[in-house]
């Protein structure tokens, strides 16, 4: 519940408009929109946050971060003193279907946070709060008009309506974003042709053979955890709960499970009987399932906004774009938010002109081409069918090679490479 203006300590003019001391005013409290506010304080900059849930989800969404975004947050200190959250670089690495073998030594080498998405919210709410950023919940954008020196935002609570005023808006609103519809914003794209189904289950102790990087079923198939194992029908992907959240039973696993859509539509509640025989058709062996929590399907969505800026209102996060493979999207998404605040804070410090306010679009949606692109390709290096799967060996052969384009060119003349003709020595 909200408190009331008077004891908000913030003044509601005649008109209904609230003069509060809010520079941007940022639409949806999830990690973009929270990065977003982190870094403005930082920069010394005043935001609000408006989140229209009036609590926070407790519905599991993404597991960790991957790439740039996890050097960023141990920079600025959000990692220090919480137990159980390491950052590490990764020698080995997925793209799409196929390990890659990464240089853990290098500056840019790639770096993995594992944290369940509500924890991040929870690490970067405590500190824009701590840093003063007034976070609003149950408080949502409801319409908004940029008059050229400022933007009038339009609010909604269960306490009555109002209209905010501030110097920008950023919609940080998620997929099905208010503020890009409302500037009118295109979001092409594609729709996957994969069902997804996921979700926490039991499973018992005795019905897996653990080791380090694997499950094996008895009399079934050995399972890689953390990465989709292919098959002819589908792919199934598994991993212990215990990975993200020490404090989880050893039983409790997240598992996905993914096969073509045909005519079936993605549901935000499924149930346990559907998992297990969604698993029985991919994997072709029963997995011993219980007490399925959080289970639902979904189909994953390819698209990119055409702009990130008109005037003073931005977009950031999935609001400007959503990508057809994990491991990219909250990276992408927390890295608009930090080029976008450093951009906001040198303009209002007078460092920059406003114009330069258009080198966020200009950068971040290229970044959003860039990772539209190649989470495309790891989309089809994932599919299923014989013409994947033979992308898969063929390009999983040639980046074990010494020298891929030989390995290619070999192929393409028609005799064998050399890792093949040593071995037929």
Known sequence: MQAPDNERGTAMDADGTRAGGATVVIAGAGP????LACELAGAGVASTVLERAAEPSAMPKGNGLVGEIVTVLARRGLLRGQGGLHAFPAPRY??????????PLRPDALRILPIPQRRLEQLLEARARAAGVDIRRGHAVTGFRDDGERVLVEVASAAGSYTLHAGFLAGCDGAHSFVRHHLGIDFPGTTGSQLVRIGHVAVPAGALRRTRNAVELPGGPRLALFKPNHTPTGSFTIAPLASLDRGAPKELYIVASQEPLGTQ????????????????????????????????????????AARYRIGRVFLAGDAAHVFSAGGSSLNTGMLDAVDLASRLAQVLDGSAPFETLEDYHTARHEAGQLALRQTRAQAALSAPGPEAEALRQVLGAAFRSRNPHRYLATLLIGKPPRDQRARRR
């Open 94 to 103: 997925s793209f799409g279907a196929l390990p890659l073998r990464l240089n």
């Open 265 to 304: 539509e993605p549901a935000a509640q499924i149930s346990l009987e559907e998992m297990e025989a969604s698993i029985l058709r991919v994997l072709g062996a029963r997995l011993p399932v219980s007490g399925g929590q959080w289970l639902r399907s979904t189909v994953a969505n390819s698209r990119l």
């Open 32 to 35: 973009v929109g929270l990065m």
